[in-house]
């Protein structure tokens, strides 16, 4: 173990020692992480709720007013033919039809319909119904107690101004109900930092590899390989030894910019720090595994820089580093998944907007442990000390 520890500090600090190599590893993936985050940070950390108000009562449109004040859900006001399509191409999570009369209902103190239009199987809309409910509920409420207290004071009609009470007193409920938003598996797209900083992460991770992997080559041609297996060295313990270095580098540069992303762009890495080191180790097995075999495979310094680039790039292209999944079609989402990064980048992902915990990413870590394990064992068949 102590060969090992010595050669992964060995990579380290050549690592250290390449000034070029802190482009790759600290300067690209801020500056790309800005840059993603600005152009997608359009978008709101409420759920979009396409709202048609067919029935324009006062009783609807203060309805309305209610849910434009909500800190959980976003209203975008649509004409009933535009919720269907909202809806199906994911720019609202679910939409609200108030239909004719409603307002005449809750006027007379009948019961009053609402449709909620949505996917039924989506955390998203189940949010938002529970929002229009609570809304609603309110408003019914207020409108009951405004018509209660007409009657105690033998009153026919409810004045205006005791609805205006009623419903001021409900503004500040003895219960308070508090919705919490989702973002991408409850029908939402993740906007901002919350796709940009961990998918530049993972598209970077891949590019740093290209200092430690082209120390391989190196070390190979000038038989720096073969001298240290004629020392006590053994070969295993020189492959775990190169792995080692590439581990900790990637490691330490995803607390890097988990750091970075937590402290200037606002992004909540550590809403559950165990789910979050397990979704970080998976990351750099996959990385330090797939550098190992590339750095096997290739015998020149230029094959492995278009192979590093070029695998990054398509990786973090399948994987949603670049943009959603969401956005995509079906056949490109599953072939996306097919790949640990993907995983993983839901994974932290969700951790950021969706409170997940350790049994949430452990399909995507076990995922990323397979994965490991057979670029691990190609990689082992296939070094070369020369």
């Not at 307002?103 to 929002?131: F, N, R, W």
């Not at 609570?134 to 009951?144: K, P």
């Not at 988990?258 to 890495?269: E, K, P």
Request: proline letters at 3%; a neutral charge; charged letters at 15%.
């Amino acid at each position: 173990m102590t060969r090992i520890l010595t050669l992964a500090r060995k990579d380290l600090l050549e690592t250290r020692r390449d000034r070029l190599s802190a482009i790759f590893i600290v300067i690209m993936p801020i500056a790309f992480t800005t840059f993603f985050g600005l152009m997608f940070g359009s978008g709101s950390d409420r759920l979009a709720v396409a709202v048609h108000d067919a029935d324009r009562g006062a009783q609807s449109q203060e309805l309305v007013r209610a849910l434009q004040q909500s800190d959980a859900v976003r209203v975008v006001p649509k004409g009933a033919e535009e919720l269907d399509p909202w809806i199906a191409d994911g720019r609202a999570a679910a939409g609200l039809l108030i239909p004719e009369g409603f307002s005449a209902a809750v006027q007379a103190g009948e019961p009053a319909e609402l449709v909620i239009v949505s996917d039924q199987t989506s955390s998203g809309a189940q949010a938002i119904a529970a929002e229009v409910r609570s809304a609603a509920g309110d408003l019914v409420a207020a409108d009951r107690a405004a018509r209660i207290g007409a009657q105690v004071a033998g009153q026919s009609e409810v004045p205006e101004a005791a609805r205006a009470v009623a419903t001021l007193a409900m503004e500040r409920p003895a219960v308070a109900l508090t919705s919490v938003s989702a973002t991408a598996a409850a029908g939402q797209v993740p906007t901002g930092f919350t796709l940009s900083s961990p998918g530049m992460m993972v598209n970077f991770i891949m590019f740093s590899l290209m200092t430690a992997g082209m120390a391989v080559i190196m070390e190979r041609k000038n038989g720096t390989l073969r001298r240290l297996v004629t020392t006590r060295v053994r070969r295993w313990e020189l492959i775990a030894g190169k792995m080692g270095g590439m581990f900790a580098l990637t490691f330490l540069q995803q607390i890097l910019l988990i750091g970075v992303g937590q402290l200037f762009f606002g992004v909540d890495y550590l809403n559950d720090p165990a789910a979050l080191l397990l979704m970080m180790v998976a990351l750099s097995l996959v990385a330090s595994c797939l550098g190992l075999l590339l750095a096997s495979l290739l015998s020149s310094e230029q094959a492995l820089v278009a192979a590093i680039v070029l695998t990054s790039m398509g990786v973090s292209a399948l994987s949603g580093a670049w943009f959603p999944l969401e956005i995509t079609g079906d056949s490109f989402r599953a072939v996306g998944h097919l790949l640990p990064t993907a995983w993983i980048l839901d994974g932290l992902r969700g951790i950021i907007a969706q409170g997940y915990g350790v049994a949430d990413v452990l399909p995507a870590f076990g995922l990323a442990l397979a994965w490991s394990a057979g670029l691990f064992g190609l990689a082992v068949a296939r070094f070369r000390l020369s």
